[in-house]
């Protein structure tokens, strides 16, 4: 976020505190006060359609108006990602669709317990984004980021044997869906279904990291929906007061279960929200994993150097219903056509093909071999055994030498040991914690 006018001083959270005017004081010059800001918007197009709500009688439906006739954009060059990365990044997008179509063929084979959820269409943005947290980093996943833990190392067998609710799931069988994390090797926090509440779990992370003498990137992720939540604000607003490393990645995916964009929230940008935040937002097209790399870069270098957080906004569609269950009848048909024509795998696929970074005989090969690596985790996921019922009272409660939490990163810097008191300065850390 850049303020365009620079004539006053930036007070330290970018507020400009000279640009307030007492109630007393007479607008002699009102443009003097005015301040603006920008929010840069790496999209190489600007969608222009409005859904609106329509109520006949008991019945409610949702109808598109606007310019649904406009060509597809192309990719944007990455400024950071090389032939090398692109080729990763497309194949963990491929890994990510194909597995939840796996998923789907499950479920309607009942071999999945429970719901499944998707993130067609939106697999550039988990892919890409999860691609540039370096090993150290932190991560919080939420039910549509499964390409997001592909990335982060779970293989697509875990996620296969989690929905299927078997032992040797990540959880052994106890839940049936996405709760599930890796706090030792992956760093990776389990999603929390109450939206929002990632955001302060995350910007806590990075705190520790903190104390323990390092700055780390720490992301996760928020929907268009979830945030609205107060625990947005409460975990945003503390991280940027706190300049911990959190980089939030909001999903605009238009739908929040049925409520529409246009009726979640008046403003046309979420990242606008980053503006009273005091921090930088953006917007990236988020069906365009380039753009997605390059913002989640950028966030996460900011991040590591203890500058604090960004959002990135993040805007796609939910090509499905809100999970397994909900055909999305709701969602106007024109809609889905639109962005059926902006698949990001498709037209990643199509830039890569045109750059020459992939001839057409190399990506059969791939797409080859990610149908089979796919097939062989299914085929042992199915074979799987369920959990032994005696199983399920243990691991329930934490016991003795169960686990145990060390520092990740260093000696906590600012705690008091007893062979070690407190310097004056470190307790200072300790009640400022930066
Ligand atoms: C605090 C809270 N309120 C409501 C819900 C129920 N709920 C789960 S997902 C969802 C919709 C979320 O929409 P959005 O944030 O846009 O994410 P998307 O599903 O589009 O990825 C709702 C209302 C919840 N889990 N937590
Ligand atoms: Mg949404």
């Not at 900011?302 to 960004?310: D, K, N, V």
Request: glycine share 8%.
């Amino acid at each position: 976020m850049a303020r365009k006018n620079n004539k006053t001083k930036n007070s330290r959270n970018g507020s400009n505190h000279k640009g307030r005017r007492s109630p007393q004081e007479p607008a002699s010059n009102p443009a003097a006060a005015q301040r603006s800001y920008t929010i840069p918007d790496y999209r190489l197009e600007k969608p222009n359609f409005q859904v609106k709500q329509i109520r006949s009688g008991d019945e409610v439906r949702y109808e598109v108006t606007g310019d649904l006739s406009a060509p597809v954009p192309p990719i944007r060059d990455s400024k950071y990602l090389d032939k090398q990365q692109c080729l990763e990044i497309y194949r963990w997008m491929l890994l990510n669709r194909k597995m939840e179509q796996a998923l789907e063929n499950l479920y309607k084979q009942g071999k999945v317990v429970g719901g499944v959820y998707f993130g067609l269409g939106q697999e550039a943005c988990s892919c890409a984004s999860a691609y540039a947290l370096g090993p150290d980093d932190w991560m919080g996943p939420m039910i549509r980021n499964q390409g997001s833990l592909l990335v982060r190392g779970f293989s697509a067998r875990d996620i296969m044997m989690q929905y299927m609710a078997k032992a040797g799931s990540p959880t052994k069988g106890r839940d049936a869906s996405s709760h599930f994390g890796d706090i030792e090797r992956r760093n990776v926090v389990a999603p929390i279904s109450t939206l929002g509440d990632l955001i302060p779990v995350l910007s806590g992370v990075a705190l520790g990291a903190r104390l323990q003498g390092r700055n780390i990137a720490v992301m996760t992720y928020i929907g268009d929906g979830g945030q609205s939540t107060g625990v947005t604000y409460e975990g945003l607003n503390f991280a940027a007061v706190q300049k911990l490393g959190l980089v939030l990645v909001v999903e605009n995916n238009l739908w929040a279960y049925s409520t529409p964009a246009e009726m979640q929230f008046p403003i046309k940008d979420l990242a606008e929200r980053a503006i009273g935040y005091g921090i930088p937002g953006v917007i990236v097209d988020g069906t365009d994993p380039c753009q997605v790399y390059d913002a989640a870069h950028e966030a996460c270098e900011r991040a590591r150097r203890g500058e604090g957080p960004t959002l990135i906004e993040a805007k796609m569609m939910r090509m499905k219903g809100h999970a397994i269950h909900d055909a999305a009848d709701y969602v106007p048909k024109p809609l889905f056509d639109y962005w059926r024509k902006r698949d990001p795998i498709s037209r990643f696929e199509n830039y890569l093909l045109s750059k020459k970074w992939l001839t057409s005989q190399d990506n059969q090969k791939l797409i080859a071999d990610v149908d089979r690596e796919l097939e062989a985790d299914r085929n042992a996921a199915v074979a799987s055994p369920m959990p032994e019922p005696e199983s399920a009272a243990g691991g329930v409660y934490c016991e003795e030498g169960c686990h145990e939490i060390k520092p990740k990163y260093g000696i906590p810097k600012a705690g008091v040991t007893k062979s070690k008191p407190a310097t004056p300065k470190e307790r200072e850390t300790a009640v400022h914690l930066k």
